[in-house]
């Protein structure tokens, strides 16, 4: 398994203002994706600035309280997800991964609480 990328993911139900403080810290824009996971849009802006840092802000409807965690993109996804697994992480949703055209995802949370955001891009 190889890591293409990691950085933090903030999840909150305002992104507007969080994508605001962020650009304020000098990250622009690069690019926007919509998926639906279980009937839920969730709107991921993805961010940079100057110096390569990466942050990525997810508009997630009904979040009250904001969730940071940490986005790990992968080039096996099913390789990671049972490693993780493995080493205790539990996906809250059972097995449920986000399927898209273009990517896969899940929520993996580990047994002293941090999450990945683990995903895998596909390509064509």
Do not use: W
């Not at 993911?9 to 992104?15: D, M, Q, R």
């Not at 940079?48 to 992968?74: E, S």
């Not at 896969?104 to 941090?114: E, K, N, Q, V, Y």
């Amino acid at each position: 398994m190889k890591i293409t990328t990691f950085n933090p993911l903030i999840v909150t139900g305002n992104a507007d203002a969080t994508i605001k403080l962020f650009e304020a810290l000098g990250f622009e824009r690069r690019h926007k994706i919509t998926v639906n996971s279980g009937g839920n849009d969730i709107v991921n802006v993805r961010m940079k600035n100057a110096d390569g840092f990466y942050v990525d802000v997810a508009q997630v409807d009904g979040v009250t309280r904001d969730m940071t965690m940490i986005r790990m993109n992968v080039d096996d996804f099913e390789e990671a997800y049972n490693f993780l697994r493995g080493m205790g992480f539990k996906n809250p949703k059972g097995d449920h991964t986000v399927d898209t055209k273009s990517n896969r995802s899940a929520c993996l949370i580990s047994p002293t609480g941090f999450a990945f955001d683990l995903c895998q891009h596909i390509k064509d």
